[in-house]
Nanobody, 120 residues
Framework: QVDLVESGGGLVQSGGSLRLACAAS????????MGWERQAPEKQRELVAR???????NYGDSVKGRFTISRDNAKNTMYLEMNSLKPEDTGVYFC??????????????WGQGTQVTVSS
């Protein structure tokens, strides 16, 4: 089990940028696949981005080219750089840590979420 705490959310205008951080404790994140998911009102939770222990990344189609996920294992922290933000990026952003069992992501920890609001 790994404890995760997100930070960096807030209110930003359309076209702006935000940087989210996910700080881990209780476990070394270097062995984990780390990711961000978001939950918008009345929508299903969706994958935003994921990064594996080797640094390989994948992104949801709606954020490709605008968001960048990264990790600093020495600081036990993961980041999400969000640029060219759109109102449809509004939602609660959750970070997670886990393993891949085949193609299935099995979470070992979730953060409490941080609100991102993009005004038009």
């Amino acid at each position: 089990q790994v404890d995760l705490v997100e930070s960096g959310g807030g209110l930003v205008q359309s076209g702006g940028s935000l940087r989210l951080a996910c700080a881990a404790s209780g476990s070394d994140i270097s062995m984990y696949v780390m990711g961000w998911e978001r939950q918008a009102p009345e929508k299903q939770r969706e994958l935003v981005a994921r990064i594996d222990s080797g640094g390989s990344t994948n992104y949801g189609d709606s954020v490709k080219g605008r968001f960048t996920i990264s990790r600093d294992n020495a600081k036990n922290t993961m980041y999400l750089e969000m640029n060219s933000l759109k109102p449809e990026d509004t939602g609660v952003y959750f970070c997670n840590a886990g393993i891949l069992s085949g193609s299935i992501f099995v979470a070992r920890g979730w953060g409490q979420g941080t609100q991102v609001t993009v005004s038009s």
